[in-house]
């Protein structure tokens, strides 16, 4: 993928890192040229100086080939203006962008533009609505047998039990990040909405307990 990002601060630098490690191309944006001193020294991606919802800038940035756009910059306005741009006038149909005012959320909502709150979310959740698929490794032990791993869980799993769902993966669930604090939960622990299971497993499952988490199969189906 080709992923074009709006921002080139703690987060955008973060994400800019990731995603190339992950073999993806990027191009990151930003207004100030002393802001690409946050990339490391072998970042082979594209900087491109200048505003993220200036048409000539993105096309720079070669967002006509884009997969997906995120804009991380300081500025609200900047980021939803630059997201909507990116899909609505280059067709990108996978677009973030961050807020800081979680209030105008439902506002940018309607308009289309999935929107993640600073308070709740990290570079970390910013990726996992890039690249949605599968788990994503956070720790393993020098052998590489063992796993701590982010899970995507099916939305029908809001309501339910911890113990469910570690019953039906034939997993232990590590701990949750809940509005961005770890939560280490018992049984009867109930997911809420916006939580984030991890869950430590050994590598060779991990799979197994993604395809079981990703589908929540109820009782009698």
Not at 170 to 178: D, E, G, I, P, S
């Amino acid at each position: 993928m080709h992923i074009v990002i709006m921002g080139c601060g703690r987060v955008g630098s973060t994400l800019a890192h990731i995603l190339e490690d992950k073999g993806h191309s990027v191009a990151i944006i930003d207004q100030s040229p002393e802001a690409f001193r946050r990339l490391r020294g072998t970042f082979k991606g594209r900087r491109v100086i200048g505003m993220g919802f200036d048409r000539d800038v993105l096309i720079e940035a070669q967002i006509e080939r884009a997969s997906a756009f995120v804009a991380v910059s300081s500025g609200d306005n900047s980021n939803i203006i630059s997201a909507r741009v990116a899909r609505e006038t280059f067709g990108v149909e996978n677009v973030v962008a961050r807020i800081y005012d979680s209030r105008r959320a439902e506002v940018y909502q309607r308009l289309g533009i999935p929107t993640v709150a600073t308070v709740r979310w990290t570079a970390e959740q910013m990726l996992r609505r890039l690249l949605p698929d599968g788990a994503m490794p956070l720790w393993r032990d020098p052998t590489g047998e063992v796993k701590l791993a982010e899970v995507q869980t099916d939305a029908a799993w809001i309501g339910a039990r911890v113990a469910e769902l570690e019953s039906a993966a034939r997993t232990r669930v590590a701990f949750l990040n809940r509005l961005g604090e770890a939560v280490v939960p018992t049984g009867d622990t109930v997911i809420q909405d916006g939580d984030v299971v991890h869950v430590m497993a050994r590598t060779s499952d991990i799979d197994r307990i993604t395809d079981a988490l990703a589908e929540r199969v109820q009782e009698g189906e």
